[in-house]
């Protein structure tokens, strides 16, 4: 551990955490480990100028992120559990440019891209080298009513196979409406799939359960959410989880919170009297119950 004196001398997870070879890569994974950092998710980060358009190449992408993860276990020593996915921006913006350029059969070649980048996600889970699905979702901006329909249409196929075959789901959705939460528990209901096994990534501060309907809340931490999770944290049924969504891009130093962000507000919670069985919950016992014990 290398948080000793610390008040918190537990595991400490970020939930969603992106590393990428042309970034910092694994100075920023070493920076999480020296804040006290202990477990990483590592969420599989498309390249958005070129994302894949065909099966073997969503595998080739996939494989890529596996492999980081296996160089930040054995390199930085963390814990890493991968999830894989097509991020919704990926399906909306090929579904724009490939309507343009062939009409109907653009939008069933956007359609069945989206499936074969699940199908290949899919299998890296039953092959033990993914612990869930994600970021999956539908844009957070203002789309053509269709392409709207189609990214929640995709989602419903989604949650249902994420019901059939167990695994849960990480969300990219809109906003921080409660309406969001209630659309999504609605359509988890009709997919069979348990809500808790929905993890809403970028979640606002408030896990109070009356708003989250059953999700798991994956609350962005930066500093001006403290208060809100510090009030609300004790009416959330099952807990939440702590992020960064660091970008590791060289671009955007930081974005969107640092490595070091989760370590250090972990401690700032404890200090500030939270429950520690909650913090306990976050770092341990959800992510195992969600994901799978490493």
Known sequence: MTNHGLAWQGPILDNHFHLNRNGRYLDAARDFKKAGGTNLVLIHCPDFSSPPTTREGHRITYQNTIEMAESVRREVGLGVRVVLGPHPAAFAHQFIQWVEQDGEGGKEQAIDNYRCSIEEAVKFYHEGKAHAIGEVGRPHWKVSEEIWELSNELLLETMSWAAGDGFALQL???????????????????????????????????????????????????????????????????????????????????????PKTVPKRTQQLIAAGIDEELMWRAHVDLPNRLYGEE
């Open 172 to 258: 990219h959705v809109e906003g921080e409406l409660e309406s969001t939460y209630k659309d999504m528990a609605e359509m988890a209901s009709r997919a069979g799939l348990s809500h808790d096994r929905l993890i809403r990534h970028y979640s606002p501060p408030n896990v109070d359960s009356l708003i989250t309907q059953g999700l798991t809340p994956s609350v962005l931490i930066g500093k001006g959410a403290l208060d809100t999770l510090l009030d609300s944290a004790p009416r959330s049924s099952h807990g939440f989880l702590l992020e960064t969504d660091y970008m590791d891009d060289l671009r955007r130093p930081g974005a969107v919170l640092g």
